[in-house]
Structure formats: structure tokens, C-alpha cells
């Protein structure tokens, strides 16, 4: 038994329920920024000091999501476990924010979670694969994905319309890449945890989640957490499955096809149900 991968993947599931439940906590306050300049008043400072909790949370993910990508060598199984996370982001939603769940938000989220549930156990039993990669295609790919992200933002936020699902996959788009780039950063350095350090992937994968940080953001101001946050992860777990076949041309085979199918369905249910109605 590879107990490095079975420590990795705890530390990728102990990351995504940070992610999940600091993402949470932000919904939750963010809001205060809508009162600009008034929220470093006295009667602000509290909702601003939690979102700032749920901003430490969501970055303190930063370190066990790379140790989980050193110790496994997967980053589609390390992104793979954001969906576990949906369940503390489940329970928070519930009991502290008190938030609605109709019958298809229920439905869309367990599609996520289960799918990506089982895309990160297929994934654990395929084993290492060889990961090469030439720098310009990786540069290519990540303008290409990035400029098209952008483009979908801009006409979310101008049409106001599938506003949270828009934000919610251009943030899991750039968590997504900030995996893989962390990953590509281990690749260069040949495995080293610390020699990772000296090449330019890491400080671009943090680049691209602090993006994701302020997308989200965005995201929250007209979406519900359970809008937004479960389009995150299913972003976040394609995002590194369509980079390694690009990139490392890994080809998945067919079953994971059909679940990542299962998790595009989970999202369109949670943007099409009552939580389209519930977006403003």
C-alpha cells in the first residue's frame, strides 16, 4: 500500500474543505464591500475581520494542496477531492448560513460530489503516469484558456445573466490551473518539494489563485454560495484533466469521460434550478 498517496490525498481533502468552507465563510460577508470606504467603520469591522477568516482559510489551502501534489504525482486526483469538500461547504450552507436547498440543488451537488469522488479514486488505482511537457504549448494553452474566461466574465457581468455559474467556472478555471502549474513546477524540478522553488510555476500557479480569490468574489455579489462554489470544483477538477492530455498527453480513459459528464450535469442542474431564481 503507497501510504505517501493515501497521506497525499488526506492532505488534498483536508485543502478542498478549507477551500470549501472558507469560500463560505466569505459569501457570507461579502456584501460589506458593497458599503466601500463604510466598511472600516466600527459597526463593519466585524463582517470585514470574518471575511478576512474566510479569506486566511481559503489560503491557508495553499499548503496541503502542494504537499498532496508532491506525495501523489496526480494533480487531477489531488483537484479531484475539491468535490469532498462540497460537503462541508454543504453543512456550513445549511447550518450557519442558512441557506435553501431545493430538489435540484440536492441533485446537482450529489452528481459533483459523487463524480468527483469517484474521478479521484480511478485516478488512485491508474497509478503514476510519465509527465513531460515543452514550455510553449503549456504558455499557449494557458493564454488560450485564460483570454476565453475573461471574455465569458465580461458578458456574464454585463448581461447579468448565469452570472454565478460564469464566475463560479472562471474561478475553478484558475484554481484548476494553479494545480497543474504547481505540479508542472514539481515536474521541472524532478520532484523536488523545495527545488520546485527556483522555477517560475509556482509564483504564476499563486498568481492565478489570487485571481480566483477576487473572481469569486465577484461571483458571490449576485450568486449563492451553493451556485457558485460547486461550479468552482467542477472547474477546478477539469481544469487538470483537460491540461494533462493537452500537455502531458494523458489520455483518460473512457469511464472517466462519463463521469466528468456526470459532473457537467451536476453543474447545469445547480445553474438551471432554483438557484438561477435565487441570483441577483
Known sequence: MDWNFIFGVLLGILAALMLNIGKGVQKQKVHVFLKGRAMFRKDNRADLGFWCLGLAITAGAALPYSLGLWLT?????IAAM?????????????????????????????????????????????????????????????????????????????????????FG?????CIGLAIFLADVGLVRAGGSFSGQLSTPYPYVAIGFAAVATVTTQFGFIRGRALEVVPAVNAATILTPLVL????????????????????????????TGTVSKAAS
Open 73 to 77: 504525482k496526480s494533480p487531477s486526483t
Open 169 to 173: 467556472l472562471t474561478a475553478g478555471l
Open 244 to 271: 494533462e492530455m493537452a500537455i502531458y498527453g494523458a489520455v483518460p480513459p473512457t469511464v472517466n469521460l462519463v463521469i466528468i459528464a456526470v459532473i457537467l450535469a451536476g453543474v447545469f442542474l445547480l445553474s
Open 82 to 166: 475539491t468535490g469532498v469538500g462540497l460537503i462541508g461547504l454543504l453543512v456550513y450552507a445549511l447550518k450557519v448560513i442558512g441557506e435553501k436547498v431545493g430538489k435540484r440543488d440536492g441533485l446537482g451537488i450529489g452528481l459533483v460530489i459523487v463524480g468527483t469522488s469517484l474521478l479521484g479514486y480511478l485516478g488512485a488505482a491508474e497509478g503514476d503516469s510519465v509527465r513531460e511537457f515543452v514550455d510553449r504549448s503549456l504558455i499557449i494553452t494557458v493564454v488560450v484558456m485564460t483570454l476565453v474566461a475573461a471574455s465569458a466574465c465580461l458578458l456574464a457581468w454585463f448581461s447579468k445573466r448565469v452570472h454565478g455559474p460564469t
